[in-house]
């Protein structure tokens, strides 16, 4: 029965085809622009790439060496029978090794610690509060079931005063500032993910965490969940459009406050009139 080591064999090499083709194909791999699918557009973005990277490399050697070993053993010790009928090399059986497992043991460890301390560089810069950018908040983000909430300073500039602007999954920055969020949740634990920008951050009910990124690439790009936050979870996903200038930017949040003074305008009126 060698049929087996061939089909292990073959399983192992498609594997192996798929991550060499990943990083070459613009859908497979980490997601970029469309204008220019190997640029990364977001400063910690390189590095986290570069992270994934090496535990790529890491794990692939491990995959490729384990998938030899087993395709070559299941080949050597085949079932295989003589004429007569008698099994060419019966089985052994043996209580484990101490030694072998002693090994497997402190090798991962080794390969983990390594990069734990690594990656502490990195984790430090996008994660550690102390690294927040100190820039004014470009908005407040509160996740709820099943949208995006968010709130930017109106024209006085602060946060949580009368003049601010609420959009429903709509993010708006500028490229090359950093962009400081303070992230919500009002209900269940969602999670802020920015793919192209490589960032991703738990919103948990009852804190308020500061989120920093940023995009060199004006242009469109996504925001999703990435909680399994409850049967609308799939809806869970934003616009982000990143403007050339700070007036683009300026002048669409400006339009946006007209219209919601507007709409809060017909409001006023149309319940003055019953
Ligand atoms: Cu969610």
């Known amino acids: 029965m060698r049929y087996w ?13 798929a991550f060499l083709y990943a990083p070459f194909s613009p859908d497979w791999w980490l997601p970029n622009p469309a204008s220019d699918y190997r640029h990364v557009v ?22 490729i060496g384990t998938q030899v070993v087993l395709v070559w053993e299941s080949f050597r010790f085949a079932d295989q029978k003589d004429e007569a009928g008698k099994p060419v090399r019966p089985a052994q059986y043996f209580h484990g090794s101490q030694r072998l497992e002693v090994i497997w043991t402190i090798i991962p460890a080794a390969i ?31 996740g709820r079931q099943f949208q995006w909430v968010m709130r930017y300073p109106g024209p006085d500039g ?12 709509d993010l708006h920055f500028v490229k090359n500032r950093t962009a400081l969020i303070y992230l919500k ?8 993910f920015l793919p192209q920008m490589r960032i991703k951050q738990d919103a948990v009910p009852g804190l308020t965490i500061p989120v920093w990124f940023d995009a060199d690439t004006a242009g469109k790009y996504d925001l999703a969940c990435a909680e399994l936050c409850g049967w609308g979870h799939y809806k869970m ?5 990143v403007h050339e200038t700070d ?8 339009e946006k406050l007209a219209e919601q003074n507007q709409s809060q305008l017909t409001m006023a009126t149309v319940s003055q009139e019953r």
């Open 185 to 192: 949740s009002s209900d269940v634990i969602h999670s802020f």
């Open 247 to 254: 007036e683009e930017f300026r002048k669409w949040l400006n």
């Open 42 to 63: 977001s400063t910690f973005g390189r590095e986290i790439d570069s992270l994934y990277l090496i535990i790529l490399i890491i794990t692939g050697v491990v995959f």
């Open 112 to 142: 983990l610690v390594f990069i734990a301390l690594y990656q502490m560089g990195t984790w430090a810069s996008i994660k550690f509060r102390s690294s927040a950018p100190k820039v004014p908040p470009l908005a407040e983000i509160t």
């Open 237 to 241: 996903r934003a616009n982000v459009t």
């Open 158 to 169: 602060k946060l949580n005063t009368q003049d601010d602007l609420f959009t429903v999954n």
């Open 5 to 17: 080591s061939v089909l292990f064999a073959l399983a192992a090499i498609f594997s192996v085809g």
